[in-house]
């Protein structure tokens, strides 16, 4: 299903009954990375998938997607779809929408869980990594593709998951290069929203992977300390949903019915 929001079509699927949750990709993903989740999920909940900006079926909107912007999108589709409260999931890049959306919108979340995703800025360091990432995506695009989304895997699983892996990469490579950059540019310039964390009255998890090659585990850990976040750790890269996918649909569920 489509939404038309300035000018162009956000694309979103809203499948089950129940409690709702909206699921939010991560950068070079789409909507679909869900896939094997949903038919579960939606047994018990109206789970609620959305193509950020320049991603999956949803075209471009401008130079920079800002992590407003895209939190902009999700809130027409909801007030569309008429939920008023949910439960946000969001996965890296999404997780930075999810705290975007929740800044502007504190009483609309029930539950947030920050997936393989921080709550911080990015630093200096991360900034400068960004702006050479938009060089090299520009210079070649398929080659970029493929290595940042190898370099999100745990080195092992690279191997173990050889075969998914592949299907990320391809699913990656769809995502236009205007979308790509424009992203890149959104995440560089994203502010500090700790204080989401910190005083907002819903429940919120974490999950955090001891070898996420893309964030700092002990940047993570910290801030989850003195705030009523549950934290969840497992041994592996960034992309939980695949490398430990059995644990994790286990502890979002659980949040879920928590909730």
Known sequence: MTLLFKDINIFYTDQGKGNPVVLLHGFLENSTMWDAFIPQLSNKNRVICIDLLGHGKTPCLGYVHTMELMAETVEAVLNHLKIKHAIFIGHSMGGYVALAFAENNPSALKGLCLMNSTALADTDEKKQNRDRAIIAVKQ????????????????????????????VINSALETPLQGVIAALEGMKIRKNREQVLEYSGFKKMMIISKRDPALDYNSLIGQTKKRDIKVVEFQDGHMSHIENNKEFLLQIMYFIDFI
């Open 140 to 167: 070649n695009y398929k080659t970029f593709v493929r290595i940042a989304i190898n370099n999100l895997f745990r080195p092992k699983n690279r191997i173990v998951f050889a075969d998914r892996v592949k299907e």
